[in-house]
């Protein structure tokens, strides 16, 4: 058998199944139809296959010989939480240079005061990303555009720039407070409530019943908070805290973004 011809026959199934599960993305033990996806492919190869908890799927292909050597392949099949650029862009859209430089810009680990591995991405590398985000989408790789907000630029007025963003179809990683500064995604904002995906985990419902927690949207939010949460300069739950410490990236896939060129609802 010519391994490289039969690679090369089943190249166009094998990418169009990849590209598939991309745009089906899957939180980890919540691969449901994945998990099936990968099922039905596996019977229409003739290949017997069993479930491994919940999602896990064990296909098995025997060869003639019995009792010789096995050979295991594991893959991963889940997705990892939602980015500012994968709500904005399809998974097999993102260059991997693109997340590559992300990682790198995020991962300094400094604190203002100079110390390392306690507060995450520093403002500094939050700003040079934000520029190298709108660069890199200068050049034509990709159709995305940035800007980094600080200061009293950060604040949710109605015609601010964080509103206007949302309205627009874009999305704004902003610094806040909940057991400690983190960032957060947001994603849309509605009457008095902004819809934000936030990667820390919260088991059950807040005490405060105002903060909503869903698991229904996995791909664009997993928080409900009003939006008198953010206004607050205090230190406190969902505050974007004193003004000189406030900062804010929008990012907007300039293909499906809201302007004034392409649609009349920017206006109402």
């Known amino acids: 058998m010519d391994v490289r011809k039969a690679a090369e026959a089943a190249r166009d199934c094998i990418v169009s199944i990849r590209r598939e599960f991309h745009q089906h993305p899957e939180l980890s033990m919540q691969e449901f139809r994945t998990a099936q996806r990968i099922e039905e492919e596996l019977d229409q190869l003739g290949i017997p296959h069993t ?32 980015n500012a650029v994968s709500y904005l862009f399809r998974r097999d859209e993102i260059p991997p240079e693109l997340t590559r430089n ?115 949207h996995p791909c664009s939010y997993n928080r409900i908070v009003p939006v008198h949460y953010f206004e607050r300069e205090e230190i406190s739950v969902y505050s974007l805290g004193p003004f000189d410490t406030r900062e804010a990236i929008l990012l907007f896939n300039t293909d499906t973004e809201l302007t004034e060129d392409k649609t009349v609802e920017y206006f109402i």
């Not at 491994?52 to 893959?75: F, M, Q, S």
């Not at 390392?116 to 989408?137: D, E, K, P, Q």
Request: hydrophobic letters at 35%; glycine letters at 14%; charged letters at 25%.
């Open 102 to 216: 992300i990682m790198l810009y995020c991962l300094d680990c400094f604190g203002e005061d100079g110390s390392t591995g306690r507060r995450g991405t520093s403002r500094m590398a939050m700003m040079f990303l934000s520029n190298w985000l709108n660069g890199y989408g200068e050049t034509g790789h990709l159709a995305v555009s940035s800007r980094y907000l600080s200061g009293r630029e950060v604040n949710f007025s109605q015609n601010g720039p964080l509103r206007d963003a949302l309205r627009r179809g874009g999305a704004a990683v902003v610094r806040l407070d909940l057991e400690g500064w983190h960032y957060v995604l947001l994603t849309r904002v509605e009457g008095g409530d902004v819809y934000l995906f936030d990667p820390y985990y919260h088991e059950g419902p807040f005490d405060n019943a105002e903060l909503r927690v869903t698991d229904e």
């Open 51 to 82: 479930r491994v908890g919940e999602t896990g799927v064990l296909g098995t292909l025997r060869g003639e010989k019995e009792g010789g050597r096995a050979v295991v392949l594991r893959a991963d099949i889940d997705a990892l939480p939602i």
